[in-house]
Every structure is written in C-alpha cells, then in structure tokens.
C-alpha cells in the first residue's frame, strides 16, 4: 500500500515545493512597455524571497506602478542603465511616498490596482 501525503497532489500540480518561479521574457517585454508610456519612471529592486526571486518595482511621476520578476539585482540594474532609468534597492531606501498615495487614491476612488 502506497501512502499519499494530503498535500502531494498539490505540490505536484505547482512544481517543486520551494522553488520560486524565475523571470521570463514577458516580464521584461511588460516592464519595458510599461516604462515606455509613462515619465519619470524610476525602479525599486526588491530581494529574492523564498517565494518568488527578485522583482522590480516601476514607479511613475505620479505613483502609478508596477512589479514583475528580474532575473538578479544586478539584472535589475542593466535594465535600468539601458533605459535611463535610476534604480534603487527597495532595502535600503524604501518605496516613494507617491506610490504609496497613488494605491490609496485607488482604493478610495473605488478602482482597480
């Protein structure tokens, strides 16, 4: 007899328990359409976790943004130099005040993030 842990199928079904889904090319392809319609774009680079890797953070003039996987900090930083994009490490400066009134204004305006 074959014993079935409760939770084995579901661990089948999402992959390998523990293993955080990687960048892809739509993540960047999004990223880079995004910061191409908006101004004042500048980036937020967020640590790996053990759940997901490393993303980044676009945040635009007004606090509008956005999040998507990178491939590595140092990823993050190559996108932002090839697009004139300041870049900061969310660890140490934290997120702007703007991106934080823009969620806000959102929820109260009854919309969607």
Same mark, same amino acid.
């Given at each position: 007899?074959?014993?079935? &842990?409760?939770?084995?199928?579901?661990?089948?079904?999402?992959?390998?328990?523990?293993?955080?889904?990687?960048?892809?090319?739509?993540? @960047?392809?999004?990223?880079?359409?995004?910061?191409?319609?908006?101004?004042?774009?500048?980036?937020?680079?967020?640590?790996?976790?053990?759940?997901?890797?490393?993303?980044?953070?676009?945040?635009?003039?007004?606090?509008?943004? @956005?999040?998507?996987?990178? &491939?590595?900090?140092?990823?993050?930083?190559?996108?932002?130099?090839?697009? &004139?994009?300041?870049?900061?490490?969310?660890?140490?400066?934290?997120?702007?005040?703007?991106?934080?009134?823009?969620?806000?204004?959102?929820?109260?305006?009854?919309?969607?993030?």
């Amino acid at each position: 007899m074959v014993e079935v &842990g409760l939770f084995d199928s579901l661990r089948r079904r999402r992959g390998r328990p523990g293993t955080p889904r990687g960048a892809r090319e739509s993540d @960047t392809a999004h990223l880079d359409a995004w910061a191409a319609t908006r101004h004042g774009v500048e980036a937020y680079v967020e640590p790996r976790t053990t759940v997901t890797e490393t993303t980044v953070v676009l945040i635009a003039h007004d606090g509008e943004w @956005t999040r998507r996987r990178i &491939g590595s900090p140092q990823a993050a930083q190559q996108f932002g130099h090839k697009r &004139g994009i300041p870049v900061y490490e969310v660890a140490k400066v934290g997120y702007p005040k703007r991106m934080r009134e823009y969620t806000q204004r959102v929820k109260r305006e009854g919309g969607q993030r």
